[in-house]
């Protein structure tokens, strides 16, 4: 995936993930996001990896997780990875975070 922007805050990459067009605008008034958008050189491929990864886990919450974290999706991949390898089990890791989802923790 080849992700360029054309502006500091252009969200648009996120639309070849999986979010809609007011999902990546919302994205673009996120002032964590902006920020680390500014700050970090790699940013956007960092977003796009750590979520390819949690689709790969079959985590349909993925934007819901980047909405109420964003800056843990700003992450090294490996240390993300290793992050949610924790649980050891992906059943429950897919049970810890929809049960959280569910019950608004995120």
């Not at 008034?29 to 979520?51: T, Y």
């Not at 700003?74 to 989802?101: I, M, N, P, W």
Request: hydrophobic share 45%; net charge negative.
């Amino acid at each position: 995936m080849s992700i360029q922007a054309t502006d500091s805050f252009d969200c648009s990459f996120l639309l070849e993930l999986g979010f809609s067009e007011e999902e990546a605008k919302q994205a673009e008034l996120d002032l964590d996001i902006k920020i680390s958008l500014c700050i970090i050189p790699n940013a956007r491929e960092l977003i796009a990896k750590n979520i390819l990864f949690l689709k790969d886990l079959g985590i349909a919450e993925y934007k819901s997780l980047f909405f109420y974290f964003p800056t843990f999706f700003f992450l090294d991949s490996a240390y993300f990875q290793r992050t949610f390898f924790e649980y050891g089990d992906r059943h429950e890791l897919l049970s810890a975070v929809t049960k959280d989802l569910v019950m608004g923790k995120v």
